[in-house]
């Protein structure tokens, strides 16, 4: 108007002589106080921000640091950094959260059956621990609610939803690749070193017995995960995603010789099942037929490379003890289920409370584990909500309904043996996409116009 701007020609100066004064408080403060101290709010701040304006950025960049965040932080402990495991929650947990608020309220949330029954799950094991249990241990196992709650809220436009796919693919195939390091070259040393300082899963023997098996002379697999099994079941996530959404033969090679090494059979065959699943409902017979040639070569080709001969025999024989350890857990928590109905809450039993005291009792099978914590009612719901959510996602007929499909029937499966989402880690890579999949019809129409 007439000429002039309505812009303050001073904000520029005035902009950045506040920042200067900020910084120079925050330096005179840090000679009072820990610089720890003054940089937390700022920290704090910054991350709102971010979080706010670019919320699916900050969810990717989450779900991509997630599989190495394990290792950074236990290095993190090993060198004497401190806050590592504050650091560890910021990363994830409290990302994770307000990124559930603030999508939240962007996009909405009806509630559909598989979220009723899981709520049902959830409240009935919340009342078992106000009277009989630990906040640490509610959450070490129902860690996977978060990022389902984030799923569920989250629309993603096609665009966003092949690059996830891809990133996904390819970060586990190079994870795959550097835990061979760890398994040819460097041997298990470095790392029983570094969780014997850290407290991890190490004794003065070396590593605990779910990096070796029956057998089985070698190391097996774990890259940056806590473990082998935790490993094993992110390769099987990752090619699920990379059968639905990839064409490209390399990644899926480099990651299926990170499962085969993790030699983990439940990720094994939670891979063969929702693989063959998805091929048939997907029409990739013949896409089938080939690539279970080329991974049955290639495990072949393993088996002399990595010493698989005795522990494939002893698996055949029924002599593994790790087998039958997996079959003793499930028969003795559903006897113990059977003579406690309504659980014991999981003050006893949680495997975050196994994980402090060994004393603790722990079935290491995550269906008996629920109902001997929570009840068999619990246990149902859960089965329930498991069960509803595959119908949903089934029912989609699209590749983000088939990825959550074949996660929900793969890790179905693991979780029959093995307790996955005792790593909050894995249980951010399963859930999501499963909660972006288990959408009610109606709500699509936003994410097909965005």
């Not at 504050?86 to 994830?92: E, H, I, L, P, Y």
């Not at 407290?199 to 990096?211: I, M, T």
């Not at 990379?242 to 033969?249: A, E, I, L, M, T």
Request: hydrophobic residues 55%.
């Amino acid at each position: 108007m007439n000429g002039y701007s309505l812009e303050n020609p001073f904000s520029r100066s005035f902009i950045i002589s506040g920042g200067i004064f900020i910084l120079i408080v925050a330096a005179s403060l840090s000679f009072v106080v820990s610089p720890l101290t003054v940089l937390l709010p700022f920290a704090g701040a910054a991350l709102l921000w971010v979080v706010f304006h670019y919320p699916i950025a900050t969810l990717g960049a989450v779900l991509a640091f997630i599989p190495v965040d394990y290792m950074a932080i236990e290095l993190g402990k090993f060198f004497g950094l401190p806050y590592m495991t504050v650091v560890s929650v910021c990363d994830k947990e409290v990302p994770l959260l307000l990124l559930a608020f603030i999508l939240g309220w962007r996009n909405g949330f009806k509630p559909f059956a598989p979220d009723w029954f899981l709520l049902a799950c959830f409240t009935i094991a919340v009342v078992h621990t106000v009277f009989d249990g630990t906040l640490v241990g509610l959450w070490g196992d129902f860690n996977f609610i978060l990022p389902y709650f984030v799923g569920r809220v989250t629309l993603l436009t096609q665009k966003q939803e092949l690059l996830w796919a891809k990133c996904a693919v390819w970060i586990a195939a190079v994870l795959s690749l550097l835990g061979l390091v760890e398994v040819f070259i460097l041997g298990e040393t470095p790392r029983t070193l570094l969780y014997l300082a850290t407290g991890g899963e190490a004794d003065a023997g070396g590593l605990s017995g779910a990096f070796h098996g029956t057998g089985f002379t070698g190391l097996r697999e774990a890259a940056t995960m806590v473990g082998p099994p935790s490993f094993g079941a992110l390769c099987m996530v990752a090619l699920i995603i990379w059968w639905v959404y990839c064409r490209n033969p390399l990644p899926a090679g480099m990651i299926a010789v990170g499962l085969i090494c993790s030699v983990t059979r439940s990720a094994w065959l939670g891979t063969v099942v929702a693989i063959s699943v998805l091929a048939f409902t997907m029409d990739q017979k013949k896409r089938l037929f080939l690539y279970a040639t080329l991974a049955l070569a290639l495990f072949a080709a393993s088996i002399p490379v990595l010493g698989l001969s005795d522990y494939l025999l002893s698996t055949k024989t029924g002599q593994d003890t790790s087998a039958e350890s997996h079959r003793h857990d499930i028969l003795a928590g559903l006897q113990y289920a059977s003579d406690h109905p309504f659980g014991s809450g999981n003050s006893k039993l949680s495997p975050t409370t196994f994980r402090q005291d060994s004393n603790a009792t722990l079935f290491e099978t995550t269906y008996p584990q629920l109902a001997a914590e929570y009840g068999i009612v619990a246990a149902l719901f859960f089965v329930a909500f498991w069960f509803s959510a595959l119908y949903v996602a089934w029912r989609k007929h699209s590749e983000l309904g088939y990825v959550a499909a074949g996660i929900l029937v793969g890790t179905g499966l693991v979780m029959v043996v093995t307790l996955p989402f005792a790593d909050r880690r894995l249980a951010c890579w399963a859930l999501l996409p499963i909660g972006l999949a288990v959408r009610p019809f109606g709500s699509m129409v936003k994410r097909e116009t965005a």
